[in-house]
């Protein structure tokens, strides 16, 4: 399995559901607002894995993975799912939803 190449790994895709309704459509480039709204990634469903051979260029999360344990690996998803929980959810900034993912996957000691 490797990396899925949509989504890079991350299992989900921004999309914005659009005013007039209809289904969600990926947003334009540079265009990020609070309408923001995560989907599944349809390339993968959701696991941002996807069978096939390794990319001839490795995007910058295959090489976050790479040289890790599977437990390190773990650790990395946890910290990208708290992370997107705590900007989706509690609407914090990107600094302090990165403080709040590593509280909540490593603990407080780490600094
Ligand atoms: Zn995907």
């Known amino acids: 399995m490797e990396v899925c190449p949509v989504c890079r790994g991350e299992g989900f895709l921004p999309t914005f559901r659009p005013l007039e309704g ?17 989907d599944e990634c349809p390339a993968c469903e959701g696991t941002g894995r996807v069978p096939g051979e390794p990319l001839a260029h490795p995007d910058p999360w295959e090489q976050a993975l790479e040289g890790r344990t599977e437990e390190e ?14 900007r989706r959810e509690a609407r914090l900034a990107p600094e302090e939803a990165a403080r709040g993912a590593d509280l909540e996957v490593f603990g407080p000691l780490l600094f």
Do not use: C, K, M
Request: charge should be negative; charged fraction near 25%.
């Open 73 to 86: 690996a773990q650790e990395l998803g946890e910290w990208v799912a708290a992370y997107r929980r705590l």
């Open 22 to 38: 209809g289904p969600p459509r990926l947003p334009l480039l540079g265009l990020w607002d609070p309408a923001e709204l995560w």
